[in-house]
Every structure is written in C-alpha cells, then in structure tokens.
C-alpha cells in the first residue's frame, strides 16, 4: 500500500495525543471498500484488496508514513459539562497526501486508549455498519460528513446489551477536531494551545481568514473573529442541509460538532419516516434535547460554547457575540432556499413561507412519510391545470395534462382534505412562475431523494451482514450513491416503512 503521508496534526506536539498501537482483531475481513473514498486518497481498486490494505483498516498492521495516535478533547453532553473525553476508541493513523488534498484517516474500534474511560475501545457490526452507511447516504444527498473508507468484521466478541461482533470503520476527513478540541484547553486555562489549534485549523481548513484588506491595520485577534464566523456560518448550512432530507443526528454534544461542519459520529441517528417535528431519534435522549425540531437551536448553544473557548484568545466579547449572531439569519436563508428548491419555486414571493409552514403542519397532522411527500409532490404536475373544484373531487384520480396522479401524494395524508386543500394553494403558487412542468418534475426529483437510509432499511443490512451476506450492504451503498434517480428492481428500497420499522429503538449503545 503506497501513500504520501504528511502527518500534521501530529506535528502539533504531545498535549494534544497520545501516540500508540491499535489492538489487532481476530480473523477481519473486509465488508466493503469504498472506491470513491479510496481515490481521495490515491488508491486503485485493486490497492483496496490487498492484504496489505485489509491490514492496515484492521488495526493488524500500522500506516506505511503515518503516525497513530489518539486525540483528546473535552465536551459538552446533553448540554452538562462533560470534562475530559477524547477518542476513546478511535485511532488517527495519520493523513495521506491525496490527489486533490489531505485526508486525515482514523478507525473506529481498533481498541483502548487513554480516552477509553469505561469503555471497551471497539465498535460493534451493527453500528458500524450504520456508520458506513450513513457516510454514503450524506454524500449522495450532497451533505457534508466524514466519509467511510472500509468496513472490517471480525470475529471478537463485544458486550453491549448483548454479545455482539467488533468491526471496525476506517473514517476519513480532511481534519477530525471538534468543538470539544477547543474547550478542552479553554478549559485547562490553557489560552496558548487554544490558539495554536486555532492557528492550525485556520491555516490549514480557513485560509480567507488570514486575509486582511491592503493598508488595513487589524487587532491580532480579529483573524479568530471572522474564523468563528467561518465555523458558525459552516455549521448554519449543515442544520438547514439536516433539516430539509429530516436527519437526526441524535447525539449533538460539543464533542461531536466538527470544526469543519461536517456531519460527525454517526450513532443513534436516524432519516425521519413519519413527520414528527418532536421526532427523537436516540431512545437514550428520554428529554428530547436533540429531537429533530430542536437541532438547529443546540447546533447555536454549542456554538456558544465553541465562542466561549475562543474568549480566552479573542478578549472581545461583543465580536465573538456578533459572529454567533449571524447564525440564525444564516440558517433561515439555507432553509428558505432548499425549502423553494425541493418545491420547485424558483422565486422567493411573499406567502411562501406561510405556504411551507402549513405543509409542515399538514404532515405533522397526518404524520405523513418525510421524504415521500416531497418526492411525490414533483409528480403532481397537472395542477396547473385543474380547477379547485376538479381536484376537490378528483383525490384519488389524475388531473390536467394526466401526466401525474395525485393519489399518491394524498395516500400519505390521513387527513386528505387537508394535503388536498394545501395542494390546490401549491398550485396556484406554482402558476406564479412559468417554469415548464416537465423543468419543475425534473428540478424536484433532483433535490428531492427516493431511496433514504430509513431505520428498517439500515436493520435489513446489518442482519444480512451479520449472517456474512455482504450483497445487501453493497446493493444499498449503490442506491445510497444516487438517491434520487429511480431505479428498475429497486422498487422495495424505496417502499413505505413497514410497520415494525417504528418499534426499532435505537441508543447510544454501540
Ligand atoms: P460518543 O457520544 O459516542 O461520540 O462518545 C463519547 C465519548 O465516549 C468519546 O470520548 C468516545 O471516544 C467514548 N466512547 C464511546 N464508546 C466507547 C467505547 N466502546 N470504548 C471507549 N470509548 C468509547
Ligand atoms: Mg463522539
């Protein structure tokens, strides 16, 4: 396996890791490999199945230039100071120099270290596999995440609730520090490393921020101003790029909040099914603190706390209070955009947003299928020429130009009249633009996913993974690549949940 390595987060000194060895599994192999993934970084397909690499992502053997080590930073959970954690069972074994950048490469589950608390340092099959594929959905929907390189499985066994099977993920992202990475040295009244992580992540991840206007004079400190910016701007987008497919992180503590505004730390996330604004996804989070409605608010709290450990280099409260501002404002116009997107508006007029307010109320009314309704929508294109009378009477049947039946978008009401009078308004919006139906079908179906990694789905592939069929994760990753292109035979994947699918409970144990 050859790879230019060029390890600077291990340049940064021994307060902020711990170099040592992952701990081998029993008999790995590989589930999977990402190709895509595996380009980033330099490596053919056939790199990915060699021996070499299988024991590079099974923690067997160290990689060639690189530098393992595990981080330690601090954070928040559950909105309570949570002190000292750290990657308590993930390995940083170092950055690989790829064609188009840098990619830090880390596994998950490859054994203790002295982050691991109480903790076993492994990662079970299961939840591993959610994490793999949880990558793909992200980068198929065209959100940011840390992205999966391999899935080994391996025969050690792991208690968790039950006995289970250690597998370990090779992530990899441009740089894994965290929200947590900063409050850890803000609080061990360590202002120096607080700002030489600084410096690090703005030369390296925000270079604009260096940047000063010619015959400008500026503060020392104004260059962490405008990176605060930078990151709550980042994280803004990331809220309003969940809310909008109804993705639940489950288990947003400061430690899981990425400086890059990536999505991080896939645990007990979950794509809504049914529309619940107080959906929660994580049965541990028994308050709802990071129910789905409540994620941008906690997503601007734990910015307040990245804000506070940047107080200790930036002595200008009101500046950093005036960066953390712009978060909501941010965030509304991310959602006013994605939201005019996914309807097929290509103007923002006054009414939308009542108009989208009560599409949410009438899927929270009916608990209509998230992605369906949208997906659905698109192929109601004869609105435009039904009368409200027509389609009053005409629910179940196909109006206008009959390229579309609207009986599949009003089967996932319960209460029909509603969705059918929300859609008579709808129409008459679309009329405002003269976008040709067959431009808005094709614009929303862009926008819009078909194939969602729901829960159940996510289950069917960790059982038949468990069982050593490898064909439904491989199925799945394909879908997940392209979500929102129909597929012919892969009409099951984008079915309605079943309805065991809402009794699956799924925690933070992984
Ligand atoms: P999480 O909320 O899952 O992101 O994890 C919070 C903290 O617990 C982090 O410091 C993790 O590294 C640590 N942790 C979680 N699971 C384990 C485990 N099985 N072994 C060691 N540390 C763990
Ligand atoms: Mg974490």
């Known amino acids: 396996m050859k790879v230019n390595t060029y390890n600077s987060f291990a340049a940064l000194g021994l307060e902020f890791y711990t170099r040592l060895a992952t701990t081998p599994l029993?008999?790995?192999?590989?589930?999977?490999?990402?190709?895509?993934?595996?380009?980033?970084?330099?490596l053919s397909p056939q790199a990915l199945s060699t021996p070499e690499f299988l024991a590079v992502v099974s923690g067997s053997a160290p990689l060639p230039g690189g530098d393992t080590l595990a981080t330690v930073y601090s954070g928040h959970q559950f909105g309570v100071w949570a002190g000292q954690l750290g990657d308590g069972r993930a390995h940083l074994l170092g950055e690989i120099v790829g064609p188009q950048g840098n990619w830090e490469v880390q596994l998950k589950g490859a054994g203790m270290t002295p982050y691991s608390r109480m903790g076993d340092g492994r990662a079970v099959l299961r939840s591993s596999v959610r994490e793999y594929l949880a990558s793909q959905a992200m980068v198929g929907l065209g959100i940011p995440t840390t992205r999966a390189l391999s899935l080994v499985s391996a025969d050690d066994p792991v208690m968790r609730e039950t006995v289970e099977t250690a597998a370990i993920v090779a992530r990899v992202a441009p740089s894994f520090v965290r929200f947590g990475s900063f409050e850890h040295?803000?609080?061990?009244?360590?202002?120096?490393?607080?700002?030489?992580?600084?410096?690090?992540?703005?030369?390296?991840?925000?270079?604009?921020?260096?940047?000063?206007?010619?015959?400008?004079?500026?503060?020392?400190?104004?260059?962490?101003?405008?990176?605060?910016?930078?990151?709550?701007?980042?994280?803004?987008?990331?809220?309003?790029?969940?809310?909008?497919?109804?993705?639940?992180?489950?288990?947003?503590?400061?430690?899981?909040?990425?400086?890059?505004?990536?999505?991080?730390?896939?645990?007990?996330?979950?794509?809504?099914?049914?529309?619940?604004?107080?959906?929660?996804?994580?049965?541990?989070?028994?308050?709802?603190?990071?129910a789905w409605h409540a994620q941008p608010a906690v997503a601007h709290w734990n910015l307040y706390q990245l804000a506070n450990s940047l107080f200790s280099i930036v002595p200008d409260a009101e500046a950093l209070r005036n960066a953390?501002?712009?978060?909501?404002?941010?965030?509304l116009n991310a959602m006013q955009s994605y939201m005019s997107k996914k309807l097929g508006l290509k103007t923002w007029q006054a009414g939308d947003e009542?108009?989208?307010?009560?599409?949410?109320?009438?899927?929270?009314?009916?608990?209509?299928?998230?992605?369906?309704?949208?997906?659905?929508?698109?192929?109601?294109?004869?609105?435009?020429?039904?009368?409200?009378?027509?389609?009053?009477l005409d629910l179940g049947g196909t109006v206008g130009d009959g390229s579309g039946s609207l009986k599949p978008f009003i089967d996932l009401f319960v209460d029909r009249e509603a969705a059918g009078a929300w859609l008579i308004r709808y129409r008459d919006r679309v009329a405002l633009e003269s976008t040709p139906w067959q431009q808005r079908?094709?614009?929303?179906?862009?926008?819009?996913?078909?194939?969602?990694?729901?829960?159940?789905?996510?289950?069917?592939?960790?059982e038949a993974t468990q069982r050593g069929d490898f064909s439904e994760l491989e199925n799945m990753m394909d879908l997940l690549a392209a979500p929102f292109s129909a597929r012919a035979g892969m009409e099951r994947y984008a079915a309605l949940p079943p309805h065991w699918a809402s009794k699956i409970e799924v925690s933070c144990s992984s």
């Open 26 to 42: 029993n008999n790995p192999r590989l589930v999977h490999a990402d190709h895509a993934v595996g380009a980033l970084l330099g």
């Open 185 to 290: 040295w803000a609080s061990r009244k360590r202002p120096d490393l607080v700002r030489q992580l600084a410096d690090y992540v703005i030369e390296r991840f925000y270079p604009e921020c260096l940047s000063v206007a010619a015959g400008v004079t500026e503060s020392p400190e104004a260059r962490y101003v405008r990176f605060l910016e930078a990151v709550v701007r980042r994280t803004a987008l990331l809220m309003a790029n969940w809310q909008v497919v109804g993705f639940c992180h489950g288990v947003m503590n400061t430690d899981n909040m990425s400086i890059l505004g990536l999505t991080l730390d896939y645990g007990p996330y979950g794509f809504m099914d049914g529309f619940d604004a107080r959906h929660i996804c994580n049965h541990t989070d028994t308050n709802g603190r990071y």
């Open 324 to 331: 953390l501002d712009a978060f909501e404002p941010t965030f």
């Open 354 to 392: 009542v108009l989208i307010d009560d599409l949410w109320s009438v899927m929270q009314a009916s608990h209509a299928d998230f992605s369906m309704t949208f997906r659905q929508l698109a192929f109601a294109p004869g609105l435009t020429e039904a009368t409200p009378g027509q389609l009053a």
């Open 441 to 462: 079908v094709s614009d929303m179906l862009a926008v819009n996913p078909l194939y969602v990694l729901r829960n159940y789905l996510a289950q069917q592939v960790i």
